[in-house]
């Protein structure tokens, strides 16, 4: 017998790990991230007779937390005493960990707001404004507790805008600088005018504990660009709305990066107000050990013959870490000659780390173009591994190669050379870290 | 002049039915300067050979050895071989989604040298064997082998084959699905290759027809994973004429031999 041992054969080979966290035979239990909190005990009906632990076992949460049965029937509301407190069951937060928001969802959010620096070349116009200022919720109105919370604390805002029919030369920088770990609220708005092109880079740095709104407008034939980098410090959480509203024609490009910080949950949308815009949003995140970063976000048809693409790429390495991708993307009655895609893979590089993907597709019409979804998560291919090992390179050598270009097709989607290389480099730390 | 020695090779893979043997001992040796044909029908076992050779995780040699130069090559892995000197031209190259060509290119090169190669003289030979292969200079800018066509693909996998230097190539059935333009193409890369004078080459083909462009000095007729026939390239062309249809009956009468 020759010695050709196991060793070989298990490149990459999936774990024996009988189930995964938060699955049983029969499925998946909803929250257990949240199973636990004094929230979830309130709220769950287990003391009746009838609601002993098997009978739970096999409800979804025993009636509470039903989705909604349509993306286009969610509460919005400036008032934050219109959302309930949360539990931990609802559709939108079960993945969430509610005990790691510090706050965000049950205080005032009375700390000091990050700091605001923004660079942006001349003939884009800065301001700092009071919470009157008219532009503030023209495109964004708060769709879920947190994102209300910040809106009824927030001090100040920084507007950005682009005037109408100019082209930036080179890109808006907004660098937001945590203040410390007390919870706190931020607002942005990026307006772009009529035909005008730019990039906005949003930077978050440092430590913090805020929930922040963006309201991003992009007025007909605009094309605006946002970049939403996450490189926080490991103690850091952050909880970002970003809600774009286009115009006619309007092109508009989202892309979240998420690498820093300790929970990380960014909810982005776009909605169509007029025909003939076109939306891609792309996300990258790396999770590490520990961290829990999600993104959920939503894209609105609600008008004919507009275009949207979304692609997140995610990789996560270590004990628990977690990432959430939740797509809803939402082709109303009206919305014929849409055509849409949504995508989301997942790349677990280690035991022990999770991804939740959920792709929702709601088709009010039969009259489009095209709408597509699609997830999928493993491990590395091992035929990937195997081509690159047949030419020579060690295995350690050959995964990070593979995971750097899984990761590289959002990259690749930025478009400002300087802020490629960095985020290339901070990919290949976070690949570093465990040496994969 | 180096030696790659097959001794009695068993191996087998799992199926959702069991265990199944594929190769049920097969020897050979090649040593440099030699090109051996390995020649059979569908399922005969030869790309099985290929790919165990290489170390692909989904074979497991039962027993047998395959040394090169004295080297134990079963015990090393799947880079290791690679870097010992043996070449796989795959039968089906992977796409590798968001890697550079000249990104993969210079991390083999590098890996299989150990050092780094000269960054001008390199640019320059990759560019001038691409040329040679006629693959467009703006492939070394493409993902590998993404969006590549089938005989782009085993044009890239002789790119390779050119630009490693192994001591021993093993082609698995580089021929399939090219036209003769391309067939052309690839098979001169492989010439030029060999012509060094520093490489071994096992060709492991279904059809005859690379045979008129590559030649081979011994050929074995693979059946049922066992050599059953062997000669020098008259064999070829007595294969060309005849198939293998004659081997049917042979394989049937040894396996009613074996029950017996």
């Known amino acids: ?436 | 002049m180096s030696t790659l020695e097959i001794k009695d090779l068993h191996v087998s893979i799992e199926t959702e039915q069991g265990t199944k043997e594929i190769l049920k001992g097969v020897s050979l040796t090649i040593k440099t300067g030699e090109t051996h044909a390995i020649m059979g029908p569908n399922g005969s076992g030869k790309s099985t050979l290929a790919s165990t050779i290489a170390g692909h995780p989904r074979y497991t040699v039962t027993s047998g050895s395959i040394t090169l130069d004295g080297e134990d090559v079963l015990a090393m892995s799947v880079d290791e071989r690679a870097r010992a000197g043996v070449f796989l031209a795959m039968q089906y190259p992977v796409e590798v989604p968001g890697v550079t060509m000249t990104n993969f290119l210079r991390t083999a090169k590098t890996a299989i040298d150990g050092e780094a190669p000269a960054l001008r003289t390199w640019t320059k030979d990759v560019k001038a064997a691409m040329a040679q292969l006629r693959i467009d200079a703006d492939f070394a800018q493409r993902n590998v082998n993404e969006g590549f066509s089938g005989g782009e693909k085993k044009r890239v996998e002789i790119l390779q084959l050119e630009l490693f230097k192994p001591k021993f190539a093993v082609l698995d059935e580089t021929d399939s699905g090219l036209d003769v333009d391309a067939l052309k193409v690839v098979s001169e890369g492989v010439n030029r290759a060999h012509e060094g004078g520093n490489m071994g080459t096992l060709l492991i083909t279904h059809y005859t027809r690379i045979l008129r462009y590559i030649k081979p000095d011994f050929v074995h007729v693979f059946v049922d994973g066992q050599v059953v026939e062997e000669g020098g390239p008259e064999l070829a062309d007595r294969l060309e004429e005849e198939g293998y249809d004659r081997y049917a009956t042979g394989a049937a009468t040894i396996a009613a031999a074996a029950q017996a």
């Not at chain 1, 907004?174 to 307006?191: D, K, L, P, W």
Request: glycine share 10%; with cysteine.
């Open chain 1, 1 to 436: 017998m020759t010695d050709i041992t196991t060793e070989k054969a298990r490149i990459g080979a999936p774990s024996a790990q009988p189930f995964i966290d938060g699955f049983t035979e029969e499925g998946e239990s909803l929250s257990p991230i949240n199973a636990g909190t004094a929230g979830s005990t309130a709220a769950a009906p287990s003391a009746g007779p009838l609601a002993g632990d098997s009978a739970k076992s096999h409800s979804h949460g025993g009636g509470v937390g039903i989705p909604d049965s349509s993306r286009a029937g969610r509460l919005t509301s400036y008032q934050l005493a219109d959302f309930k407190p949360l539990t931990g069951l609802e559709e939108d937060w079960r993945f969430t960990p509610l005990k790691r928001l510090r706050g965000l969802h049950s205080e005032v959010l009375s700390g000091a707001a990050p700091a605001v620096a923004v660079t942006a070349p001349a003939g884009v116009v800065v301001e700092t404004v009071g919470r009157d200022d008219k532009r503030i919720g023209q495109a964004g109105i708060p769709e879920d507790r947190v994102s209300a919370n910040a809106w009824e604390n927030f001090a100040e805002a920084t507007v950005v805008t682009v005037p109408a029919e100019f082209e930036a030369e080179g890109e808006i920088s907004v660098v937001v600088t945590g203040a410390g770990e007390e919870a706190s609220a931020q607002h942005i708005v990026i307006v772009a005018e009529r035909f005008s092109k730019s990039v906005v880079v949003l930077e978050h740095q440092g430590t913090a504990i805020v929930s922040e709104n963006v309201e991003i407008i992009v007025e007909d034939g605009a094309q605006l660009t946002v970049i939403s980098l996450q490189e926080w410090n490991d103690n850091a959480v952050h909880a970002s709305s970003q809600q774009a509203k286009l115009g006619r024609d309007a092109k508009f490009k989202h892309i979240v990066v998420s690498l820093g910080g300790d929970l990380v949950r960014v909810t982005p949308s776009a909605r169509f107000t007029a025909p003939g815009g076109e939306a891609e949003m792309f996300g990258l995140y790396f999770a590490d050990a520990g961290q829990h970063l999600e993104q959920r976000l939503f894209v609105d048809h609600a008008v004919a013959n507009c275009k949207s693409n979304v692609l997140y790429k995610g990789a996560l390495q270590g004990r628990n870490a977690h990432a959430v991708w939740v797509g809803d993307v939402l082709i109303r009655k009206e919305a014929e000659g849409t055509d849409s895609y949504e995508a989301n893979r997942n790349l677990l590089l280690t035991d022990g780390a999770r991804a939740d993907s959920v792709p929702n597709l709601e088709i009010e019409t039969g009259l489009i173009e095209g709408a597509g979804h699609a997830s999928a998560t493993g491990r590395l291919d091992d035929e990937h591994l195997f081509y690159l090992m047949a030419r020579g390179i060690p295995e350690d050598v050959a995964r990070r190669l593979v995971v750097r270009g899984f990761l590289n097709e959002i990259i690749q989607q930025i478009k400002v050379p300087a802020l490629e290389e960095r985020l290339t480099a901070a990919v290949e730390r976070e690949l570093a870290v465990s040496d994969n």
